[in-house]
T-cell receptor
Framework: DAKTTQPPSMDCAEGRAANLPCNHS???????VYWYRQIHSQGPQYIIH???NNETNEMASLIITEDRKSSTLILPHATLRDTAVYYC????????????FGTGTSLTVIP | NAGVTQTPKFQVLKTGQSMTLQCAQD?????MSWYRQDPGMGLRLIHY???????DQGEVPNGYNVSRSTTEDFPLRLLSAAPSQTSVYFC????????????FGPGTRLLVL
């Protein structure tokens, strides 16, 4: 599975959009981009995933560049409850192959 | 649905003691897995199961045993606890493989003295 690179930490003002980047320059054609987050002391929570098209759900939007070498998770109106560690994971979406979480980006939403 | 449940929430062990961390899910998921998370680090996969009776090793399996006798339960056993196993342990389940959305339990915090 392709490795990912994320900034270790970011701040965002409450009510503003939080844009979390992820580089995955070695991604292959059949690998998906997944985002999970972990609020302090809780188990990780699925946010969104995509292959090459941009995706949106009730939690966030995922923007994947045309060459698929990087992506951005967008939380449109960040709240204090969005303070968490956000993990970008790239892997093939089939059975087997392990899920590597890495160290993620610690997002702090500031009042 | 209760989702994924884990017991106990907290546990303190002495070196050499054994214990079992319990994990159960009521979503009829085939995949279940155990992760550990150490301070400042991401989650690392210990063992996983693709269905009842089938288990496999993850990234850091040494010192841990698992079995999967039912779809619902996936216990993690520490046969002889060591201080290096002090960590937070998370259990997860998914309908299909790791590519499917994984649902995580609340975690078990283990301290080995």
């Amino acid at each position: 599975d392709a490795k990912t690179t994320q900034p270790p930490s970011m701040d965002c003002a409450e009510g503003r959009a939080a844009n979390l980047p992820c580089n995955h320059s070695t991604i292959s054609g059949n690998e998906y981009v997944y985002w999970y987050r972990q609020i302090h002391s809780q188990g990780p929570q699925y946010i969104i995933h995509g292959l090459k098209n941009n995706e949106t759900n009730e939690m966030a939007s995922l923007i994947i560049t045309e060459d698929r070498k990087s992506s951005t998770l967008i939380l449109p109106h960040a709240t204090l409850r969005d303070t968490a560690v956000y993990y970008c994971i790239v892997r093939v979406a089939d059975t087997g192959n392990q899920f590597y979480f890495g160290t993620g980006t610690s997002l702090t939403v500031i009042p | 649905n209760a989702g994924v449940t884990q017991t106990p929430k907290f546990q303190v062990l002495k070196t050499g003691q054994s214990m079992t961390l319990q994990c159960a899910q009521d979503m009829n998921h085939e995949y279940m897995s155990w992760y550990r998370q150490d301070p400042g680090m991401g989650l690392r996969l210990i063992h996983y199961s693709v269905g009842a009776g089938i288990t496999d090793q993850g990234e850091v399996p040494n010192g841990y045993n698992v079995s999967r006798s039912t779809t619902e339960d996936f216990p993690l056993r520490l046969l002889s606890a060591a201080p290096s196993q002090t960590s937070v342990y998370f259990c997860a389940s998914s309908r299909g493989g790791f590519g499917e959305t994984q649902y995580f339990g609340p975690g078990t915090r283990l301290l080995v003295l």
